[in-house]
């Protein structure tokens, strides 16, 4: 592109940024000397604004650049993600929602710790947490890093690694001064500019072929390199049986790893009541299965307007097919329609980025002060905003540093491996805690670790980290698991950890703190 777009494109996203940055300056004006507001924003959130907010903190970089990416690169099997994606909130809604309102208070290890010993439960579960949350913001460093190089028109690697300097030194400034009440506002924002750009765009799409959804599909297979292949399953996960055992993997990671997530669960603390949190979901599926329909459209659009080859040669990894298309779409390069569209679309993406990683280094942070230094200070809660603060500059350079390794892999693809891991190390947990009477902390304990471990280990001796040429180290090789996604194994192992731990723990469990916490859990009768 030339310069003056490339300017109008800078504009937009230092608009964006300059947007976001004044809504955590109002909400920095807030005394957030307490948990519950640096938490959970005081817990005054209607249904549709956090129905609209978690649909932002969900509809990451990895629904709008990586999801489309990999539609346009291997087309029905890359569907998987936008359908486990949204399949995933049914977990979510008839299982965890109401029930995680109404047993905790701002995190995960909340509801687990309310009928066990709270120190072990408490450790084991802020580690998992903050493994999670740095997996998935790596996800969205990597996509920050893909969009500023493509507007700077293949910019060379220091580009992209000044872009993840950038985006994480804004998401420790969003989360230390503005807490949970900026995020939440730069969350809605952000959700109702991606539902609006992503509609523009399919609207262009569908409009080009006349309506026609059978032109488009069969565009899209001509122009992609693979024929009919194209539209049928197989093409990504088919052949071999690795590839065959990873759609499995991967799907049960998608389906159960949002009910784990650390930044999710947090939502739901920032109502007032269950029923709103419920309420808050059903807004949310609504909003992101409409989105999620239109990454469909928007990537096999990308493959019938500039095929496959185009696709790949901008990004091997498919993370900048949207913003081609929407320049495409305009006119062309040569256009100005084009490159205005690109600009908006690209600073639209940069604001789901941003509003992600604040949502997700809250979570951690949270998790840090309230589940790790209260359980092993012996000051208590004392302090804690202010530790959580600190935290969330750790985090914070934990992920620029993994997002400067993972530059070249799908951002789609990593957040798979968050999924995997969350529902390997959270779930199982979650799922017993609730549901289990005779569960135990050493259950708890083995639940968590024996999910979280594995997962972690599985990942670090798969192909992803080395032994191929999109590995993160390709010049080595010590991959001897052969799957990508670890959640087939390590999601087995996290359950039958926390059963063996149960049935093995000489503690009996504490039938009282069960009853309480089911009683809480289904009528809210306690609750915070």
């Not at 979570?363 to 202010?386: K, P, Q």
């Amino acid at each position: 592109m030339s310069g003056n777009h490339q300017t109008l494109t800078l504009v937009l996203f230092s608009a964006v940024i300059l947007v976001t940055l004044a809504i955590t300056s109002w909400a920095s004006r807030r005394r957030h000397g307490s948990p519950e507001e640096f938490y959970a924003g005081g817990r005054l959130f209607s249904p549709m604004e956090n129905g609209f907010a978690i649909a932002g903190d969900y509809m990451s970089a990895a629904s709008f650049l990586g999801i489309s990416g990999v539609i346009a690169l291997y087309g029905y099997d890359g569907m998987l993600y936008s359908v486990g994606f949204l399949v995933a909130w049914l977990v979510v809604l008839f299982l965890v929602a109401e029930l995680v309102r109404n047993c905790g208070r701002f995190t995960l290890a909340d509801v687990v710790a309310a009928r066990m010993r709270e120190r072990p439960v408490r450790i084991a579960s802020g580690i998992s947490s903050v493994t999670v949350s740095v997996m998935y913001l790596v996800a969205q460093m990597v996509g920050a890093g893909s969009l500023v190089a493509l507007l700077l028109g293949g910019a060379s690697g220091s580009a992209r690694s000044w872009t993840v300097i950038g985006v994480g030194a804004l998401m420790i400034v969003y989360v230390s001064c503005g807490g949970m009440r900026a995020t939440t506002w730069i969350q809605i924002v952000k959700a109702v500019l991606l539902l609006g750009g992503a509609l523009t765009l399919t609207v262009l799409v569908l409009v080009r072929f006349g309506g026609d959804l059978g032109s488009l599909l069969s565009t899209a297979a001509e122009r992609s390199g693979h024929g009919r292949d194209f539209l049928a399953p197989g093409l990504r996960y088919g052949g071999e049986w690795t590839h065959r055992l990873d759609f499995i993997s991967l799907g049960l990671a998608l389906v159960l790893g949002t009910a784990g997530l650390p930044h999710i669960l947090s939502r739901f603390y920032t109502v007032p009541t269950a029923r709103a949190a419920r309420r808050s979901v059903v807004w949310s599926i609504g909003l992101i299965g409409v989105f999620y329909l239109m990454t469909i459209v928007l990537g096999f659009g990308a493959a019938a307007l500039l095929g496959g080859g185009a696709v790949r040669e901008s990004d091997p990894a498919g993370n900048t097919a949207v913003p081609l298309l929407s320049l495409e779409l305009g006119g062309g390069a040569g256009s100005t329609g084009g490159p205005v569209l690109f600009a908006v679309v690209a600073a639209v993406a940069f604001a789901t980025i941003l509003a992600v990683v604040a949502g997700i280094t809250l979570a951690s942070s949270a998790s840090v002060a309230h589940d790790l230094y209260a359980s092993l200070s012996r000051r208590g809660t004392r302090g804690e905003v202010g530790v959580a603060r600190v935290a969330a500059v750790g985090v914070g350079i934990a992920a620029i540093g993994l997002g400067l390794l993972a530059q070249q892999l799908n951002v789609a693809f990593l957040v798979g491996l968050a999924f995997a891991v969350a529902a390997a190390a959270n779930l199982p947990v979650l799922l017993y805690a609730l549901f289990w009477r005779r569960f135990t902390t050493r259950g708890a304990v083995w639940a968590v670790y024996g999910g979280l471990v594995p997962a972690i280990v599985l990942v670090l001796l798969s192909p992803v980290v080395s032994g191929g040429p999109g590995a993160l180290f390709p010049q080595v090789d010590f991959a001897v698991f052969p799957l990508e996604n670890p959640g087939l194994i390590a999601i087995p192992l996290g359950f039958l950890a926390g059963w063996l731990g149960t049935v093995t723990s000489r503690e009996p469990a504490d039938e009282a703190k069960h009853a309480e916490t089911e009683v809480r859990s289904l009528t809210g009768a306690g609750a915070v």
